[in-house]
């Protein structure tokens, strides 16, 4: 199994360099749909105060100014987009750069906060999946326009879109809300969610997309803001809610199985990132890392958003060596390391 999996991990890159090479990304666009994960600006303008268009947050990007991106740097969906011989990165599609031709490679709809359940998106006036979806319809409509119906038509079907949602479901949702709690088991609320997850796939499949990506949940109790908030005073991972997230990515697995074999020509791939991020966790310095209990940004045990800024008392000097750059964020390195592994389990989404 090791040396399969080695052997198509080399053949996937030759074929990247090569096509790199050439100028040509693998596919015609990247389309991004979901959370703070992924999300580059869409909140920026929003009436929400889930942000993250202030310093420290973009202090290693490549201009070193925040653009709305979770993180120090660059997001594993930006890693993604290198990968695939993109020169730009999808951009935000309430942005003024999501005009003209631009977008004919690709937008990104995701909003921080949001969920599979639109009610999270909607306690944060977030942008909720629905939302994002009608975007993406607007989205394509200009891209008709602009290229006309058979070329749009390749764009959408050759495409790679990507989700990553149901974090924010659990962690700024279900387990603060007592009344869903009340409504639901951890059991049945992911039944709720794989429900809104298969409606979101079959749409998509409707508009056109035959190559889709989705994230797994991460190891959601080893993050630091939820280690802070449900850890009754531990240090240690919140295994009841690892346990709720291996039960979550469990139900994403089958249901995607089903909407392969409902759905002719649909290539669905689940990326596990809770794996490799548990990896990380837990052996840091396999991984390159010195700290993976405490985040970069402040006291590193909850800062994110508004609460980590420019005046945070703490903040690391080196995010390289820190596993998480907020209290719910991966930094840029191990975004990078991330991005790896999406790129070797990704490789039915482009053959």
């Known amino acids: 199994m090791g040396n399969a999996s080695s052997f198509w991990a080399?053949?996937?890159?030759?074929?990247?360099?090569?096509?790199?090479?050439?100028?040509d990304p693998l596919v015609p666009a990247l389309i991004i749909f979901g959370d703070s994960v992924v999300d580059v600006g869409n909140n920026n303008n929003l009436t929400t105060l889930i942000k993250a268009n202030f310093l420290?947050?973009?202090?290693?990007?490549?201009?070193?100014?925040?653009?709305?991106?979770?993180?120090?740097?660059?997001?594993?969906?930006?890693?993604?987009?290198?990968?695939?011989?993109?020169t730009t990165y999808p951009p935000a599609y309430l942005s003024p750069d999501a005009s003209g031709r631009n977008i004919l490679t690709g937008a990104n709809f995701a909003s921080a906060a949001s969920g599979l359940y639109d009610g999270t998106a909607q306690s944060?006036?977030?942008?909720?999946?629905?939302?994002?979806?009608?975007?993406?319809?607007?989205?394509?409509?200009?891209?008709?326009?602009?290229?006309?119906?058979?070329?749009?038509?390749?764009?959408?079907?050759?495409?790679?879109?990507?989700?990553?949602?149901?974090?924010s479901d659990f962690i700024q949702n279900y387990y603060i809300n007592p009344v869903l709690?009340?409504?639901?088991?951890?059991?049945?609320?992911?039944?709720?969610?794989?429900?809104?997850?298969?409606?979101?796939?079959?749409?998509?499949?409707?508009?056109?997309?035959?190559?889709?990506?989705?994230?797994?949940l991460p190891p959601t109790g080893c993050l630091p803001a939820a280690i802070t908030l449900f850890g009754a005073g531990s240090n240690?991972?919140?295994?009841?809610?690892?346990?709720?997230?291996?039960?979550?990515?469990?139900?994403?697995n089958s249901t995607s199985q089903g909407l392969v074999q409902k759905l002719p020509g649909l290539k669905l791939v689940v990326f596990d990132i809770y794996q490799p991020l548990l990896d990380m966790i837990t052996k840091p310095s396999d991984n390159g890392f010195f700290e993976s209990r405490r985040a970069c940004c402040g006291t590193g045990t909850l800062e994110t958003a508004v609460l980590c800024n420019d005046r945070s008392v703490g903040t690391c000097s080196n995010a390289t060596e820190y596993v998480f750059w907020d209290g719910f964020h991966p930094s840029e390195a191990a975004n990078q390391v991330l991005a790896g592994d999406l790129l070797q389990q990704g490789f039915d989404l482009i053959s």
């Open 124 to 167: 944060y006036s977030a942008i909720s999946l629905t939302r994002q979806l009608s975007y993406y319809r607007d989205y394509q409509m200009k891209v008709v326009n602009m290229a006309g119906q058979a070329r749009a038509n390749d764009i959408f079907s050759g495409a790679i879109h990507l989700l990553s949602a149901g974090s």
């Open 236 to 252: 240690q991972c919140v295994e009841r809610l690892n346990q709720d997230a291996i039960l979550f990515n469990n139900k994403l």
């Open 10 to 23: 080399t053949f996937f890159l030759l074929v990247l360099v090569a096509s790199v090479a050439r100028g």
């Open 181 to 216: 709690r009340g409504l639901y088991s951890v059991d049945r609320f992911s039944d709720l969610l794989m429900s809104s997850y298969s409606s979101f796939i079959q749409n998509l499949y409707g508009l056109g997309a035959r190559r889709i990506g989705v994230t797994s």
């Open 56 to 86: 420290p947050y973009g202090r290693d990007y490549v201009t070193h100014r925040p653009t709305g991106r979770f993180c120090n740097g660059k997001l594993a969906t930006d890693f993604t987009a290198e990968y695939l011989g993109f």
